[in-house]
Nanobody, 119 residues
Framework: VQLQASGGGLVQPGGSLRLSCAAS????????MGWYRQAPGKQRELVAD???????NYADSVKGRFTISRDNAKNTVYLQMNSLKPEDTAVYYC??????????????WGQGTLVTVSS
């Protein structure tokens, strides 16, 4: 399984970015797709995830500003980030959880894309 993330970059505070992550090589079913981030000197944290049924979770710090969505036909997850703040600066990683026919879980990670919010 390979994950290809894109969409990071430099943006001014208050600006917007859209991250995309496409998964290839999936054999079984994708249970969840999500985005995590890691800022310098901090632990990786969940930003948002979305399950196969469409339910979503968001970190409190991004609620109301970020929106996660997925295209099941394309095995692609998106993260629309609005009203960006300097504290959103981090490397963003996409994550895919695959379940096999016996319900065993496999986690896959993208290579990370840098988001920098600065004036």
């Amino acid at each position: 399984v390979q994950l290809q993330a894109s969409g990071g970059g430099l943006v001014q505070p208050g600006g917007s970015l859209r991250l995309s992550c496409a998964a290839s090589g999936i054999i079984f079913s994708i249970n969840a797709m999500g985005w995590y981030r890691q800022a310098p000197g901090k632990q990786r944290e969940l930003v948002a995830d979305i399950f196969s049924g469409g339910s979503t979770n968001y970190a409190d710090s991004v609620k109301g500003r970020f929106t996660i969505s997925r295209d099941n036909a394309k095995n692609t997850v998106y993260l629309q980030m609005n009203s960006l703040k300097p504290e959103d600066t981090a490397v963003y990683y996409c994550n895919v959880v695959e379940l096999d026919g016996l319900g065993r879980r496999s986690d896959y990670w993208g290579q990370g894309t840098l988001v920098t919010v600065s004036s």
